[in-house]
């Protein structure tokens, strides 16, 4: 069962515009979000996190945004540029459960077009 | 600057061999994790330890042992390789309540 959902594998984007990329959970003691970006044959590198008693969380480009009563977290990327092309994977942890390992999702392939 | 190392970029094993992946972090991270990666399944946890000598089963920890002697440490053995444990394999640490480091990753081709 995947706690951790994103439904979309790839999506492209005109350099300069908006990316956003959506990710969905179903655990409701998850209380810890995190956002990573891949490029091939490299691990993941953390982006940016949020905290579920906050909705939103900024950090230069990056935005995430995060819907409790609806279960669902979101990456905004703006302006999106050519080198922001990777897989970017969201993960969620239940810290408050005394738990502190990193469920991930599928991934999210993103193009930016130049 | 958290250095998570990883032994090898690419490993090439036949089937039935033991295999030993190497993790080491150098940040006294008490957490320490195995995820492996396919197309189309995301990361998926192995396993995890979170003190010396501590560990727990992932989602997935089929076919798979771990061994965390020592903190800065986590290993992955693979008891007897099968061509279905072909994949990329990423270790990873983190403080408590802090996100985690990934290694550069070891891909792994059982043949």
């Known amino acids: 069962d995947q706690q951790v959902k994103q439904n979309s594998p790839s999506l492209s984007v005109q350099e300069g515009r908006i990316s956003i990329l959506n990710c969905d959970y179903t655990?409701?003691?998850?209380?810890?979000f995190l956002w990573y970006k891949k490029y091939p044959a490299e691990g993941p590198t953390f982006l940016i996190s949020?905290?579920?008693?906050?909705d939103k969380n900024e950090d230069g480009r990056f935005t995430v945004f995060l819907n409790k009563s609806a279960k669902h977290l979101s990456l905004h990327i703006v302006p999106s540029q050519p080198g922001d092309s990777a897989v970017y994977f969201c993960?969620?942890?239940?810290?408050?459960?005394?738990?502190?390992?990193?469920?991930f999702g599928t991934g999210t392939r993103l193009k930016v077009l130049a | 600057d958290v250095k998570v190392t990883q032994s090898s970029r690419y490993l090439v094993k036949r089937t039935g061999e033991k295999v030993f992946l190497e993790c080491v972090q150098d940040?006294?991270?008490?957490?320490m994790f195995w995820y492996r990666q396919d197309p189309g399944l995301g990361l998926r946890l192995i396993y995890f330890?979170?003190?010396?000598?501590?560990?727990e089963k992932g989602d997935i920890p089929e076919g798979y042992s771990v061994s965390r002697e020592k903190k800065e440490r986590f290993s992955l053995i693979l008891e007897s390789a099968s061509t279905n444990q072909t994949s990329m394999y990423l270790c990873?640490?983190?403080?408590?309540?802090?996100?985690?480091?990934f290694g550069q990753g070891t891909r792994l081709t059982v043949v």
């Open positions: 990873a640490s983190s403080l408590t309540n802090a996100e985690a480091f």
């Open positions: 655990n409701s003691m998850f209380d810890y």
């Open positions: 949020i905290s579920s008693i906050k």
């Open positions: 993960a969620a942890s239940a810290r408050g459960s005394g738990t502190y390992k990193y469920i």
């Open positions: 940040m006294d991270h008490e957490n």
């Open positions: 330890s979170y003190d010396v000598k501590m560990k």
